[in-house]
């Protein structure tokens, strides 16, 4: 049972994230992404991952995601800094079931001073581990994630996108990490062309 205080059912927090998303988030005009293809629009999760409501129902979509997949996992986070709202929102979802699972935050490189550590936060050496992304377009950012993470003596058992832009991200992680790659809204639940 949950302990969150109303928490919409899966079916209204996901309609309602889509809302906000499309709302909020969706850009139009011509941008260059961070990977450097060039597209008709621009989706800034980071106005739904930060913000007061849709934090909330990124978590509870996530993590609904990730249960209905049944995929089982200790901990989730992935490359700093588009990642780092997305695996808090988790824990705190999970943190209202009564479910102990942990966030991490991974650097793009690691520190050449204090601890040395690529990944930070709870150790993640032995644990099962889903890297989490707000979108994804060519899987860079989330497979850098992977492999720091698999350095860190973590097993990854997923990938979770909110966003795919279904520009061949997911079929690239799943070829090049071997785990399944799960989105939470495609582009055309969103209106996107």
Known sequence: MSTELNAPDLATARERLRELIVELAVVRGKVTLASGIDADYYVDLRR?????????????????MLDDAGVRFDAAGGLTMGADPVGH???????????????FVVRK???????????????????????????????????????ALQKAGANVVAVAIIVDRATGAKERIEETAGVPCLYAYGKDELGLD
């Open 48 to 64: 739904i991952t930060l913000h007061h409501e849709a934090s909330r129902l990124v978590g509870q979509v996530m993590l609904g």
């Open 89 to 103: 929102a988790i824990m705190r979802t999970a943190g209202d079931r009564g479910r102990a699972v942990d966030t």
């Open 109 to 147: 490189a690691q520190k050449s001073y204090g601890m040395g550590r690529q990944v930070e936060g709870p150790s993640v050496e032995g644990r099962d581990v889903v890297v989490v992304e707000d979108t994804s377009t060519t899987g860079g950012s989330a497979l850098t994630a992977v492999e």
